[in-house]
């Protein structure tokens, strides 16, 4: 499984950004894909995730009504809609990706990881 992240870049507080996700390698209808976010001198924390098949989501509470995390079955992608975004939200954003199941917001239990994209938020 290859995953690749692009869309980071720098914008202003109460901008807008769309990251995505191409994933290869396999077929993940039963997969779980995810996105995770580290700032400087921060653990690697839990931003977003959803179940391919079926597309029910999750998000950290610090994100709730801003992101929105989506699919496209056809592409292999996953986005990552960015709305309202706060110079808190400054991070490297890495899309991740495993087998479906519970804890999903526990970056030990994904497998897959891409680079990683950097979003800089500026007040």
Same mark, same amino acid.
């Given at each position: 499984?290859?995953?690749?992240?692009?869309?980071?870049?720098?914008? *202003? #507080?109460? /901008?807008?950004? @769309?990251?995505?996700? =191409? $994933?290869?390698?396999?077929?993940?209808? +039963?997969?779980?894909? &995810?996105?995770?976010? *580290? #700032?400087? /001198?921060?653990? @690697?924390?839990?931003? =977003? $995730?959803?179940?391919?098949?079926?597309? +029910?989501?999750?998000? &950290?509470?610090?994100?709730?009504?801003?992101?929105?995390?989506?699919?496209?079955? =056809?592409?292999?992608?996953?986005?990552?809609?960015?709305?309202?975004?706060?110079?808190?939200?400054?991070?490297?954003?890495?899309?991740?990706?495993?087998?479906?199941?519970?804890?999903?917001?526990?970056?030990?239990?994904?497998?897959?990881?891409?680079?990683?994209?950097?979003?800089?938020?500026?007040?």
């Amino acid at each position: 499984v290859q995953l690749q992240a692009s869309g980071g870049g720098l914008v *202003q #507080a109460g /901008g807008s950004l @769309r990251l995505s996700c =191409a $994933a290869s390698g396999n077929t993940f209808s +039963s997969y779980v894909m &995810a996105w995770f976010r *580290q #700032a400087p /001198g921060k653990e @690697r924390q839990f931003v =977003a $995730a959803i179940r391919w098949s079926g597309g +029910s989501t999750y998000y &950290a509470d610090s994100v709730k009504g801003r992101f929105t995390i989506s699919r496209d079955n =056809a592409k292999n992608t996953v986005y990552l809609q960015m709305n309202s975004l706060e110079p808190g939200d400054t991070a490297v954003y890495y899309c991740a990706a495993r087998q479906r199941g519970d804890g999903l917001e526990y970056r030990g239990t994904y497998k897959y990881w891409g680079q990683g994209t950097l979003v800089t938020v500026s007040s």
